[in-house]
Structures are given as C-alpha cells and as structure tokens.
C-alpha cells in the first residue's frame, strides 16, 4: 500500500534582490589592533545595498585579516538592527575576535634541489598593531649552510599584498661542484605587490661576499677569484601562476620573469636577465602533458657567484648537478648564456593502486629534456652565437615516479639516458634521484 503525503516545495532565494543595509559593526576582542586598519577593512560593508553585497563584504574582510596574521580565531554574526525597527533591511553586523600571539616560533623543513634545511624561528606578530611582523631565523642545511636572518616585514597601506620587508642576514656554505665556500652577509630591502598581472617583487640588496677555495685540489681559475667583494643590485621579479599545484600541477601556466643589475655601489657590475614560462594540459586517462623553457642571459664580467649553471635531477636530467658546460680540473665554472627545455608527460600507476586516496601522490613520469650553457664569444656576429647556442645543445630522455611530497617538495625516482653531449660534461645515466620544489 503506498502511503501519499504533501510534498513541500523549496524555492532558490535570489540574495542579489534582498536589499540590504549594514546600520551598525562592533567588534569585540581587539587588544593591541589599531582601530584605523580595523575600520579601512571593514567600511566596504556600508556601501552594501543587497544581502549579497554585504556577504561577499564580510567575506573579503576576513580574508583581509587573516592575510594580515591579525587574528588567530573570528566569529561574525548577522543580526536584524534593533537599533532600527523601522527599516526591515536594516542589519547589525559583528566581529568577536582574538588576536594572535605577541610571540610565536617553532622548528620547520625547507627543500632545496637535493638538500633539506632545518629551520628555526622567532617572531613578534602585529607588533604596532598594523599586521607588522618581526622574525628573527636560523638555518642549518644538509649542505653545511648556516645561515641566520632578522627581518622586518610590514603591510603597506594597511593592504596585505603591498608589503615592504627589511632584513639583515649571514649565510654560508659550501658549493661543491665548483670546489668553494661562501659567506654573505649583507642588508635587503624587498617591495612586494599584486594585480591583475600577477605578483611583483623589487629588491635592494647590498652584500659582502668572502669566497675561499673548498680544497687544495680546487682549480685556479676559481682560486683567483677568491677574496672579498661588495655586491649592490637591483632586482625586479614578475611571476604569474595558475597553476593547481606549484609541485605537481595538472593544469594552468606559470610566466616568471627577472631582471637584475649589479653597480650601484660596490665592485661588481653586471646585468642578468631570466626568464621561465610552463603549460600543463590534462589529457584523458587522468593524464597531463607539460612543457616548460627557462632561459638566462648576462653581461660577460660575472663573477663565479652569479654566472648561469645547468644540469642534475630536476633541471637537465641526466647530468651531474650544475654539471654542465666548462670544467677545470673537475671545477664547473658556469656561463652567462643558458636555455633549457622539457617535454613531460605525468599518467597514473599501472593499475590506480591507492586511487583517489595516498596513490594520488604518485605519477608515472616520461620526459625529453633539451639544453645548452654557453659563453658569448665577441669575435663572432650575434647570429654565429646564437647558432652555437642551438647546436650545441645537450639531450636527453627517460621515464620514472615522481612522488608528491604534500605541497613543498617533489621527490623524482628517473631512469635518464643521455643522448647528447659535450666533452667537459659531467654526466650521469642510468638511475637518478632529485627532491626538491623547482624543476623543468
């Protein structure tokens, strides 16, 4: 027997035609928040005239103040304005907040190419109550690096994407593959901002650097330029990314582009140019196909510290980290031309083991990679070193696992076979290991 009832129909409320009005804000909790940066986020919400306006409002004043590290918990309520019984639009907004802790720090990982760092930190958080931030950190990496840096970053405009960041630093360590150890210690001025673009970076910084040779094997043509030298440069950074994943993406570019200029001050003068563009295509079968070209060039008067390097596990696979191009008794000695490419293509396991779970992290990755580092020869015309720099490429190819480690690293397990190559090359066949965050 079958029982029938009255079904209850429900209807889509259109909240872009619910007028709206916010009457009154009050927000409860703030300590050592100044109020002009609480009322710059939330004024928006008074030129609301629908319920839609004043949510999407709200919304982007939480984000505001999480992007700033204002607040460690926020709670908004919405209620009818008792203040205004008259007006049936009339609402009464607020904000109980609690704000972060005045000091903060822990122990963290960095990945590099092939090296992790341990990671230390102090820092004071929203110390004049503007989102001001002051940190202090110490690094310790697998590559005998140690490093500390005290920094002051501070929210421009009351706006989390125009941030000025001064900082102070030491750091040290060892560069094995052309045989010297370096330490830095300098002062940097960095200004960070965003738009439709993508993200914007102009950086100051001034450093003085002591370079010493790693062992008395190290080649002469790197003893030679060891000593002290004052580096002052300007550097410009744009970057555009629409990537899902800046480890292992499936879709969306990246567009990354440098500019630097040494001179302003000290006795190194150069200019460096660098560029990297990447396109990731799904494909079916829960496939991507992904191209990538990076590419650099330099004045002819760089020293050992800033020239151009290529090769190892993410970059040109099938080489010897920076093993690529002139060697002197087993010393790389870099170059100031460099183009490097790869053809990639990611595929599920065989048999989707883990699907839809852990098996995720997992690809079965085959790649083509092309590149070439070179000098620029002033005895022969643009068009002859150009041509060099295309015939003298270096490739190679193979297939293997690439393991996504969360979002800050990817682990690559390839089997690379060299194709082509040049007599000074180191290379490296057969298995080859690499982890880290960048790779082409």
């Known amino acids: 027997m079958e029982k029938e009832g009255a079904g209850e129909s429900s209807q889509n409320v259109d909240f872009s035609s619910v007028k709206a009005n916010v009457k009154r804000i009050k927000v409860n909790g703030l300590g050592r928040t100044k109020n002009d940066i609480v009322r710059h986020h939330i004024k928006p919400l008074f030129a609301a005239t629908t319920f839609e306006e ?22 908004i309520s919405i209620d009818v304005s008792k203040n205004s019984p008259e007006l049936p639009n009339a609402y009464d907004i607020a904000y109980k907040v609690k704000e972060q802790s005045y000091l903060t720090g822990g122990l963290s990982t960095m990945i590099g190419t092939n090296e992790g760092t341990m990671v230390g930190s102090l820092k004071l958080e929203n110390v004049w109550g503007r989102g001001e931030k002051v940190a202090t950190e110490f690094t310790y990496g697998s590559a005998n690096a140690i490093g500390a840096n005290l920094y ?37 001025v960095d200004y960070t901002f965003s738009n439709f673009l993508g993200s914007h970076t102009l950086r100051w910084e001034g450093i003085w650097r002591e370079l010493q040779a790693l062992s008395s094997s190290t080649a002469f043509a790197i003893r030679e330029e ?61 496939s991507t196909l992904q191209f990538t070209l990076s590419g650099g060039v330099a004045s002819q008067d760089l020293t050992i510290h800033d020239r151009f390097f290529l090769g190892g596990p993410l970059t040109l696979r099938g ?18 031309i460099f183009w490097c490419s790869g053809l990639h293509l990611y595929t599920p396991l065989p048999f989707r ?11 079965t990755h085959f790649f083509i990679n092309a590149g070439n580092l070179a000098s620029f020869n002033r005895e022969l015309s643009l068009k002859n070193n150009i041509q060099e720099l295309i015939e003298g490429y270096r490739l190679s190819y193979g297939l293997g696992i690439v393991i996504k480690l969360g979002g800050i690293a ?28 960048s790779f082409l």
């Open 54 to 75: 004043m949510i999407s409002a709200i919304n982007l004043s939480k984000n505001k103040f999480e992007q700033l590290g204002l607040f460690k918990n926020m709670k």
């Open 152 to 188: 002051l970053i501070k929210p421009m405009f009351f706006e989390p994407h125009l941030l000025l960041r001064f900082s102070v630093f030491q750091t040290s360590g060892e560069f094995p593959w052309s045989s010297y150890k370096e330490t830095d210690r300098g002062l940097a």
């Open 226 to 286: 060891s000593g002290h030298s004052l580096k002052s440069s300007l550097k410009y950074t744009w970057c555009a990314d629409t990537r899902d994943s800046k480890v292992l993406p499936t879709f969306g570019q990246l567009y990354k582009f440098s500019t630097e200029l040494g001179g302003l001050g000290g006795d190194v003068k150069f200019s460096k140019h660098e560029a990297e563009f990447q396109l990731n295509q799904p494909l079916p079968l829960d």
């Open 319 to 336: 080489f010897n980290f920076k093993g690529v191009g002139p060697r002197i008794d087993g010393c790389s000695l870099g170059s100031n």
């Open 353 to 363: 083991p883990g699907k839809g779970g852990f098996g995720e992290n997992f690809r």
């Open 410 to 437: 990817r682990v690559e397990a390839n089997y690379c076979i060299p194709l082509k190559a040049q007599e000074n090359d180191s290379i490296n066949p057969g298995l080859q290991l690499g982890i880290g965050v």
